[in-house]
């Protein structure tokens, strides 16, 4: 297993632990539809009849909510985070090594509860959903945690001791340590930025120009045709390209030009058969618009002024979040700093499965 950690910023160590014992399997979460009523977002817009769907796995919670974790998912991913899901899952969820009994989320120790994103379409209020549908309004993070407090505010939880997320999750886990409705002890902020960069607002703009400039998006009334799929599929593509890294990229394709063009395609391909063009829309739109000082001061003051104790975690190769950016993000809240040491870019998050474990069991401890 690769040595990691021991990068730090103002506050704190976090030392590399033991290696983990082997894990058994994760049991089956519980899986609930929670019905909540209606929803106005920031921008104004509204959702009358919010649903969020969660999964729900160990212990169960506290009453001070000492033992509980909010885990949450990535863009296109979903609350299916390890253990048995279902036909549309793959068997083993997305973070495997991390969720489970003695895992770093231990499943022996911990309430987890995982929500499925706001906007998105595994379960939870999006435009795939009628009567709404083209007309559900654009989202922002803070919307999404703001449907997701409310579903734990429905489940009893009154506070959380660890939110853990990654890329979209982690500019999520951020909102989540701002807020004081459902107060975090703990914030896990991996591959995040405090703000979306003008360079992820770039490849966003262009995922999402491919998108509406199909002419099979319709304006997002397409529903009962395909859809905009050769526009959904470049969008997965261009984006696929930033998880990655220059590097990665070379080493696995430097002498392979077809085997690069098929593993586009693939990806492509693959997207628009489990996604949702409007979905997508309003997934990157949050992204893009993600900023944790708007309305409180700014960034700086946003992040000195967090309640929450906070831990980012950057990917050594991350152009998403660069480690610079994920650095400035802790030395802001005044939180500590660990690197996953990746060469394949953002996606080292899933990539780099142990050595993620690793650092999440550090800071759990
Ligand atoms: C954290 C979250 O919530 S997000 C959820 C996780 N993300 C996803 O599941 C998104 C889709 N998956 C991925 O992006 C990637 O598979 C990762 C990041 C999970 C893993 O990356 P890698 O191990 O590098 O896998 P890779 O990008 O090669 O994808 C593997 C697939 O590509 C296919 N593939 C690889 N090379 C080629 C090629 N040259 N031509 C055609 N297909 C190819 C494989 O057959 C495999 O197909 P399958 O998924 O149907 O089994
Ligand atoms: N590969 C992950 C990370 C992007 O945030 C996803 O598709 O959701």
Known sequence: M????????????????????????????????LRLGRFTGEG????????VSVRRWGAAARADGSNVVLLLHALTGDSHVAGPGGPAHAPEGWWPTVLGPRAPVDTERFHVIAPDVLGGCSGTSGPADAP????????TVRDQVAAEVRALQALGVTRVAHVIGASAGGMRALEWAAQRAVPVDHAVVVAAPAVASADLRAWLELQRSAVSGDPAWCGGRYAGTTGPVSGLALARQLAVLTYRSAEGLEHRFGDDPEGLAGWLEHHGRAFVERFDAGSYLRLIGAMASHDLGRGRGGVARALAA?????????????????????????????????????????????????QTAEVLRSVLA
């Open 306 to 354: 967090l309640p929450a104790r906070v831990t980012a975690v950057a990917v050594s190769t991350d152009r998403f979040a660069t480690p610079a950016e994920v650095r400035a993000l802790a030395e802001g809240a005044g939180g500590r700093y660990a690197v996953i040491d990746s060469a394949h870019g953002h996606d080292g998050f899933l990539l780099e499965a142990d």
């Open 44 to 51: 104004g817009g509204v959702v009358p009849d919010l649903h």
């Open 2 to 33: 690769t040595a990691v950690l021991d990068r730090t910023a103002r506050a704190g160590t976090v030392v590399t632990p033991p290696v983990s014992p082997a894990q058994t399997t994760c049991p089956a979460p519980r899986h609930d539809v």
């Open 132 to 139: 709404l549908g083209p007309g559900f309004p654009e989202v």
